[in-house]
T-cell receptor
Framework: EDKVVQSPLSLVVHEGDTVTLNCSYE??????LLWYKQEKKAPTFLFML??SGIEKKSGRLSSILDKKELFSILNITATQTGDSAVYLC?????????????WGLGTSLAVNP | SQTIHQWPATLVQPVGSPLSLECTVE??????LYWYRQAAGRGLQLLFY??????ISSEVPQNLSASRPQDRQFILSSKKLLLSDSGFYLC?????????????FGPGTRLTVT
């Protein structure tokens, strides 16, 4: 059965800390891995990763994929209270017309001032 | 640019009443469309997805149904709501990009069944 596991489930840090969120997966026919940030409403897209070892970066956020060990990490440096959110990881399966994502349960990050 | 609309934003319905949630996408054609439910702010559960007009795939058997009467319109329905149908309902769309299907979400509908 295809599955995506995120860890930790929740995390509390202080402003300025650096955090690393993990996403591991066991799927057939991997195509890409996606990271989303969800605050109070709909998830917003952060990154899509398809190749191992190539870091995607946006400001203080960065992410990398390891297709050999089947995981990805999302790093946030110099955290701010606005980074508080649930971070969701999803894997896109290469399964012909079966176009759907397999989602993890998310990591809830709280950044305290 | 593409935008996705969902309405209503909030809904309180009694058990046994019908449901109709609507989602429309602008600025793209022939998108893949998805309905998700999220309970307690975590865990996106895929309910239905559609690759074209009239083409609906159901992921979870339940008392909900979906329809796609037009290319950019996706409707989630129920004839009789259950208490367990409460949750945050999200519509999403995607178009295949190089390497994968990036999904974009609507603002969501928070449904409370009383």
């Amino acid at each position: 059965e295809d599955k995506v596991v995120q860890s930790p489930l929740s995390l509390v840090v202080h402003e300025g800390d650096t955090v690393t969120l993990n996403c591991s997966y066991e799927v057939t026919n991997f195509r890409s891995l996606l990271w989303y940030k969800q605050e109070k409403k709909a998830p917003t897209f952060l990154f899509m990763l398809t190749s191992s070892g190539i870091e995607k970066k946006s400001g203080r956020l960065s992410s990398i994929l390891d297709k050999k060990e089947l995981f990805s990490i999302l790093n946030i440096t110099a955290t701010q209270t606005g980074d508080s959110a649930v971070y969701l990881c999803a894997v896109d399966l290469n399964a012909g017309n079966n176009r759907k994502l397999i989602w993890g349960l998310g990591t809830s990050l709280a950044v305290n001032p | 640019s593409q935008t996705i609309h969902q309405w209503p934003a909030t809904l309180v319905q009694p058990v046994g009443s019908p449901l109709s949630l609507e989602c429309t996408v602008e600025g793209t054609s022939n998108p893949n469309l998805y309905w998700y439910r999220q309970a307690a702010g975590r865990g996106l559960q895929l309910l239905f997805y559609s690759v074209g007009i009239g083409q609906i795939s159901s992921e979870v058997p339940q008392n909900l149904s979906a329809s796609r009467p037009q290319d950019r319109q996706f409707i989630l329905s129920s004839k009789k709501l259950l208490l367990s149908d409460s949750g945050f309902y999200l519509c999403a769309w995607s178009v295949r990009l190089l390497g994968g299907y990036e999904q974009y979400f609507g603002p969501g509908t928070r449904l409370t069944v009383t």
